[in-house]
């Protein structure tokens, strides 16, 4: 053939490449042919370009006819030789393989023997289990591959893996070897992803799995795996079937020692653990070794057992036991909780075990949502959980849990089911002895608390005792017990009691004596439901937004877990008891059953106390009461001298009064007598101190009026209008006498009101005198009055002091005084705007005074005008 075809040819086989790259233009082959079978061939290359003739042809083809037989001969004699290595090398395979169960001990010797046969850089050989589901790994072996990496992470030598997805499966389902050729690690991984993540790591391409047969049944698997593309052929596939077949007896034997050893392990233990359970009364004392015995069946981390009772879905943390640092399990020894939303829900459901393997705890969440929150505490990633099953009956069920994923298998489930059938009679058993201690118990510490609170006089003298009692059957850390009156609404604290030192300081915590509001509490509930309530949340402040009145109900802050019952005595809740725990999720209706089996015990003797309270509470409000009726009548009869001494006194006072005012008008009108100076100012200070007693005798005598009830409004038609010109007239004097000046505005020449015009005359002169009063010399005084949709509205404004800001509605008190320098200074006895407010209110109107703009007071008031009764 020429260069053109010998390229042509050298693309489709790479024996010709040489010859190409050698610069060869020209090249010859012969075949070797011995009796018609071909053995060989011969090359001639020639570098010139002019193609072989004829001649050269036949010379050549004579040259092959010569040597084909030598050529034959020395083919023969190094195949003869070969196998013989190759046998040879077979028969020590099986001599070292089968001196020994530890096959991993004589890698030394083994793996150069295997690799002159088969070059690989992993050499595996691992026992198979009866289903084909695991493989136990006894023997590898690697060359330029970390052996990390060579089986799939976080396992070890004796460890089981999974077959399924591995070539293995493929294999042991077709009962064939298996040759893979990938293009990569990664190439591998992906057709069989069961591998690991080792064919990745050391780029491993190519493999082969032969099964090691006995007895026509696998025991095993030879594995091999290289990382040359297409690294292994069908001569290779050949050969390690004959590898296979020396080890198959020695991995056989070593599968079935290993299969006896643990089957007579299996029922020594599964014998050993039933016989200890039987023999004990308490499980607690033979928990640890039972856990030990059930570790050499099973690997685990932590081993648990549950009572269930399927009557009320409630179950009790019974037994636990952990190897490592592993931590408990979350729940306390001896907690009650409810299934559903756990395992042991699922487990109920079944009635038969089943395995779970989680890749995270919240994974374990999501398929299990009530578990107990220190869930997350524990790195549990796989778990076998099996029913004990007693009289058709679930009583319990018995958790293995591991913190390796995917790490149980069904022959695991298998044996956990059989050391559960071996002990579910004598846990049974220890369950019902347990109860049965428990009722008994209860029985025994009621009748003590019935004896000892129906025996006591005083029941505060025995609380101590009571709670002492009583935690020896429910964990408190308080416990509260009110009593509670419905038609008044209140509640009453009797008896409050604590750990010592259990609760730190905590605000609004009532105690022994207090009275709160019954609304919105959990006292209210209990009384209107007449039954228990269990309340366990995650914070106290839950508690708030179901019952608003718990911050006021005090005793239930600080807790976690709350217990509440009724204590009825003649059909009706006169009292409840509650029960609090600053663990979460510490009560159950186990507690709660409890808690209402206490309450019939105790209710006879609270409810007498409660009624021996509100009878001696009625009996001193029924004290109070006539005390206070004659007192009451005492201070009738005393003021009712005071008004008639006042009136008295008044009457006396006016008569010589009303002489004093009536000649210091003539006087001051008449003054022909030729009175100035000196002598006329004194005539004005007695006839403005005259009308300012005429006032304040006035005053008393309408609040004498008013207390003893004759005060009367006379209502008839007038001019307010006029009545205001003759108030500022009458009050001119006391302007004068201070140098202010009275400024009057109004919008009407004449305003008709139906009112007492005396009375309102009396409120007029009372502002005009006190704007007077309370404002400096030389000031001015505004005086208003207008129409307002058919109300009078009449305002006086001064420059005085002003009024409180704080509390100006009670300047009209009686006897009260805005308490201030100028106050101080200006004489009176707080009467006159308590008989104004009087006034007004009695004419259906309102008074007020309020801060001017710029500094003083604005005293206003109004009244309706009242035409309506007029027409």
Not at 199 to 228: M, Q, W
Not at 375 to 380: G, M
Not at 385 to 400: F, S
Not at 568 to 586: D, H, I, Q, T, Y
């Amino acid at each position: 053939m020429d260069r053109k075809q010998l390229i042509d040819i050298s693309v489709a086989n790479e024996v010709f490449s040489p010859l190409l790259e050698a610069g060869y233009q020209q090249v010859l082959i012969v075949p070797l042919v011995v009796t018609a079978r071909p053995v060989g061939f011969v090359v001639f290359g020639s570098k010139q370009s002019d193609p072989y003739d004829d001649h050269q042809v036949s010379i050549a083809a004579r040259i092959g006819e010569q040597v084909a037989g030598p050529v034959a001969n020395a083919f023969l004699l190094d195949r003869t030789r070969r196998e013989a290595e190759v046998e040879s090398t077979l028969v020590e395979i099986g001599r070292i393989a089968g001196s020994t169960f530890d096959l991993q001990s004589t890698v030394g010797e083994l793996g150069p023997l295997i690799r002159s046969l088969v070059d690989s850089k992993s050499i595996l050989i691992a026992g198979i289990e009866e289903d084909h589901r695991y493989m136990r790994v006894f023997y590898v072996d690697y060359v330029d591959v970390d052996p990390e990496q060579g089986l799939a992470p976080g396992r070890k030598l004796d460890s089981f893996h999974p077959i399924k997805g591995t070539s293995s499966e493929t294999m042991l389902k077709t009962l064939q070897p298996v040759l893979v050729n990938a293009e990569s690690g990664e190439e591998f991984s992906r057709r069989y992803p069961g591998a690991g993540t080792s064919h990745v790591a050391g780029d491993l391409k190519s493999s082969i799995n032969v099964p090691l047969v006995a007895n026509n049944e696998v025991y095993g698997l030879l594995n091999f795996r290289t990382n040359a593309p297409e690294g292994y052929s069908r001569v290779d596939l050949e050969l390690t079937g004959k590898i296979a077949a020396q080890l198959a007896s020695t991995v056989a034997l070593i599968e079935s020692n290993r299969r006896d050893s643990a089957l007579a392990a299996e029922r020594t233990a599964l014998s050993t653990a039933g016989s200890i359970m039987a023999a004990t009364q308490k499980i607690s004392d033979v928990w640890d070794e039972f856990a030990s015995i059930v570790a050499s069946l099973v690997k685990f981390n932590h081993i648990a057992l549950v009572g269930v009772d399927g009557s009320t879905r409630m179950a009790r943390f019974l037994h636990d036991f952990s190897i490592g640092s592993t931590s408990r399990f979350g729940r306390r020894l001896g907690e009650n909780f409810a299934v559903d939303g756990t395992v042991t829900d699922e487990l109920i459901r079944r009635r038969s075990g089943f395995i779970r393997s989680f890749e995270s705890t919240d994974e374990w969440v999501a398929n299990y949502p009530n578990s107990h929150p220190r869930i997350h505490e524990v790195p549990i990633r796989a778990m076998i959980a099996v029913p004990l099953i007693w009289g058709d009956e679930v009583v319990a069920g018995l958790y293995v849990h591991s913190t390796e994923f995917d790490s149980y298998r069904p022959q695991d489930l298998a044996l956990i089911e059989r050391v559960a059938a071996h002990i579910a009679g004598p846990v049974a058993g220890s369950l019902l002895r347990e109860r049965e201690s428990e009722i008994a118990e209860q029985r025994e510490v009621l009748v003590r608390i019935s004896t000892l609170l129906g025996a006591a006089i005083d029941l505060d003298a025995v609380w101590d005792q009571f709670s002492s009692y009583l935690r020896e059957i429910l964990e408190f850390d308080r416990c509260v017990i009110v009593s509670i009156d419905n038609d008044a609404g209140k509640v009453n604290v009797l008896h409050d009691s604590q750990l010592s030192g259990s609760i730190g300081p905590v605000a609004e915590l009532r105690t022994a004596g207090d009275e709160y509001d019954l609304a919105g509490t959990v006292a209210e509930h209990v009384a209107k439901q007449g039954k228990g309530v269990v309340l366990n949340q995650s914070n106290p402040d839950e508690l708030l937004e179901k019952y608003s009145g718990v911050a006021d109900q005090g005793f239930n802050l600080p807790f976690l877990s709350n217990l509440g019952v009724p204590l009825s005595w003649g059909g009706e809740v006169v009292a409840s008891m509650f029960f609090g725990n600053l663990r979460p999720n510490a009560y159950e209706e186990s507690d709660l059953e409890i808690g209402e089996r206490v309450a019939a015990q105790v209710s006879g003797p609270i409810a007498g106390a409660v009624a021996r309270q509100r009878e001696l509470e009625l009996a001193e409000e029924r004290q109070r009461r006539e005390t206070a009726e004659l007192e009451a009548a005492a201070l009738a009869e005393l003021s009712e001298t005071k008004s008639n001494f006042v009136g008295a006194m008044s009457h006396e006072l006016k008569t010589p009064l009303t002489s004093i005012v009536a000649f210091s008008d003539i006087l001051s009108r008449d003054n022909d007598k030729g009175l100035e100076g000196r002598a006329l100012q004194q005539i004005k200070v007695i006839q403005r101190n005259a009308r300012h007693l005429e006032g304040m005798i006035n005053e008393l005598l309408d609040l004498s009026r008013m207390e003893s009830g004759r005060f009367e409004i006379a209502r008839a038609p007038f001019d307010f209008v006029a009545l205001m010109n003759d108030s500022l007239e009458s009050s001119q004097p006391q302007f004068e006498a201070m140098n202010q000046t009275v400024e009057f505005n109004t919008d009407n020449d004449v305003l008709l009101v139906n009112g007492d015009r005396e009375r309102l005359m009396q409120v007029v002169n009372n502002l005009l005198s006190n704007a007077s009063k309370y404002s400096p010399e030389d000031s001015d005084v505004e005086v208003e009055v207008s129409e307002d949709d058919r109300w009078l509205v009449v305002e006086v404004k001064d420059r005085g002091p002003g009024v409180p800001e704080d509390n100006p509605e009670g300047l009209f008190e009686m006897f009260h005084r805005a308490d201030n320098e100028i106050t101080r200074r200006v004489p009176g006895a707080g009467i006159g705007l308590h008989v104004s407010k009087r006034i007004i209110d009695e004419h259906g109107g309102e008074i007020s005074l309020n801060l001017r703009e710029g500094g003083g007071a604005v005293a206003k008031f109004r009244i309706p005008l009242g035409l309506t009764a007029l027409s």
